[in-house]
């Protein structure tokens, strides 16, 4: 089912140009051990958040939902989601033919990649040093 719907989402991926600004690394633009991702998320200067995605894997970043029993993958909130605009259900992280990108999930406050704004339910692909803004929440992401 997954991999179907990340064929559903090919014809609607951006890449963004290389003349958006990013943060300087030194590391690869993309690594992958094997048949997963290591990411790993430096949110607000406090302690990063290790994340090991599957190539045919995704991962939801939000808020639980007590209403519903969901709990996402990424619950960002230890760090004051709720009262910097994270929704329950913010944006994703999924991989598409191999390469890793972030959609927002029509989230409340939006989805910044690198100060852009992301179009709702469009996949944009990430690379090393890339800065991710859910709502007030800023998020650094390390490739590893």
């Known amino acids: 089912m997954l991999e179907s719907s990340n064929k559903a989402l090919k014809g609607n991926t951006t890449h963004l140009t290389e003349s958006t600004p990013t943060v300087q690394s030194s590391a690869s633009l993309f690594s992958r051990e094997g048949a997963s991702w290591h990411i790993t998320l430096l949110i607000q200067e406090e302690q990063p958040i290790p994340l090991r995605l599957s190539v045919k894997g995704r991962a939801i970043l939000g808020r639980p939902d007590e209403a519903d029993g969901f709990m996402p993958e990424i619950d960002v909130t ?14 994703e992280f999924v ?19 690198n100060s852009q ?6 996949a944009y692909c990430l690379r090393e040093g890339d800065l991710l803004q859910c709502g007030n ?8």
Not at 95 to 113: A, F, M, P, W
Not at 117 to 122: G, I, K, N, T, V
Request: glycine share 10%.
């Open 78 to 91: 230890p760090f004051n989601g709720r009262d910097k605009g994270v929704s329950r259900r913010h944006a």
């Open 95 to 113: 991989t598409i033919e191999g390469q890793l990108y972030v959609r927002d999930l029509g989230s409340t406050n939006g989805t910044r990649l």
């Open 137 to 144: 929440l800023y998020m650094l992401i390390k490739l590893s």
């Open 117 to 122: 704004l992301l179009q709702p339910h469009r």
